[in-house]
């Protein structure tokens, strides 16, 4: 066994402070613990391909070169989904295209889905499994999607998912997987505790669905000089963040979208009370007030 148990760094918003989020202040995540640090860890390329290769770390670092600065957020507990959680993050991470990884092996006719396995593996909620597991629309991440080897310019480390995970600009953290060992293509989701039991909500027909898209959510940050600061992102930019103090709206200045960034706002907020950022997205999407994972965040001031 060479896990060590469940692994989590949890951050809390106060220390979001920058927008690039420094990696000491960026939560980690690892359901099983942490693998045996492995810098040569190659990733099996196979299932619907012309040939199955194997990829080592260094073949990856040859390819071109990708950066995106994305917003990083776990979906919360998925043993308590509806929990209000803020971990989240803005970092800054690059690698090879998704796409230029698998057409080293060659994309196979009717590969619609990407399964991507880490080196991780035990018990997690009562269930023993032999790796973690997420599946992606392969359509969806083909050209989004990095096989990524640094972080905000430094090679993984082991405890951020190295030598190389996958990462997903706009979907929920799970489903960047970390300790890449095996990129499938196949015509059919796969069944198991991290694709279809744990990380899945209802859907718009009330059919359990994985959480892929980022859901809108801002959090508030610090209060200096009066001005209130605070992040707003979602799976497409965020259009307006409202701020109320003590229920008076205030004006606010929202940052334009860049990517796949977060967006900063700020606030004057006077004399204080409790401050409520409220964001809304491009799609019309409005943070609910309560009762949801990405309710709205109060501080007192
Ligand atoms: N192999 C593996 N990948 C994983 C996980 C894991 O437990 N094992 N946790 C996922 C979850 S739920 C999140 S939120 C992110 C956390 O990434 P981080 O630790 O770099 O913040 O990794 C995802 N990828
Ligand atoms: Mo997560």
């Known amino acids: 066994?060479?896990?060590?148990?469940?692994?989590?760094?949890?951050?809390?918003?106060?220390?979001?402070?920058?927008?690039?989020?420094?990696?000491?202040?960026?939560?980690?995540?690892?359901?099983?613990?942490?693998?045996?640090?492995?810098?040569?860890?190659?990733?099996?390329?196979?299932?619907?391909?012309?040939?199955?290769?194997?990829?080592?770390?260094?073949d990856v670092r040859a390819l071109p070169t990708h950066r995106v600065e994305s917003v990083h957020e776990c979906f919360g507990n998925p043993l308590a989904p509806g929990e209000w959680v803020r971990r989240a993050a803005n970092l800054v991470w690059t690698g090879a295209r998704l796409r230029d990884v698998l057409d080293l092996a060659g994309i196979g006719d009717g590969a619609s889905?990407?399964?991507?396995?880490?080196?991780?593996?035990?018990?997690?909620?009562?269930?023993?499994?032999?790796?973690?597991?997420?599946?992606?629309?392969?359509?969806?991440?083909?050209?989004?999607?990095?096989?990524?080897?640094?972080?905000?310019?430094?090679?993984?480390?082991?405890?951020?998912?190295?030598?190389?995970?996958?990462?997903?600009?706009?979907?929920f953290g799970t489903n960047s997987v970390k300790w890449l060992t095996e990129l499938t293509l196949a015509d059919h989701r796969p069944e198991h505790l991290f694709t279809t039991r744990l990380y899945v909500r209802p859907g718009p027909?009330?059919?359990?669905?994985?959480?892929?898209?980022?859901?809108?959510?801002s959090v508030l940050t610090r209060v200096a000089d009066g001005v209130v600061h605070g992040w707003a992102w979602s799976s497409v930019p965020v259009t307006r963040v409202a701020v109320t103090v003590d229920g008076a709206p205030v004006a606010v200045e929202l940052d334009r979208a860049r990517g796949r960034a977060w967006q900063g706002f700020r606030a004057r907020v006077g004399a204080g009370g409790t401050v409520v950022a409220r964001a809304t997205d491009a799609l019309g999407r409005t943070q609910p007030t309560s009762g949801a994972r990405n309710a709205v965040h109060r501080l007192r001031v």
């Open 205 to 217: 027909d009330g059919r359990s669905v994985p959480v892929r898209e980022l859901d809108v959510t």
């Open 113 to 171: 889905s990407l399964w991507a396995r880490g080196a991780d593996h035990g018990e997690f909620g009562g269930a023993s499994s032999p790796d973690y597991l997420k599946d992606l629309p392969l359509d969806a991440v083909l050209d989004r999607a990095l096989v990524a080897h640094t972080c905000n310019g430094v090679r993984l480390p082991t405890e951020r998912g190295g030598p190389l995970r996958l990462v997903v600009p706009g979907f």
């Open 1 to 58: 066994m060479d896990t060590v148990g469940t692994v989590r760094r949890l951050v809390p918003p106060e220390r979001l402070t920058s927008r690039v989020t420094a990696l000491e202040d960026a939560f980690v995540i690892g359901h099983f613990g942490l693998p045996a640090p492995r810098p040569d860890r190659p990733v099996v390329v196979t299932g619907l391909v012309d040939r199955a290769v194997t990829v080592t770390p260094d």
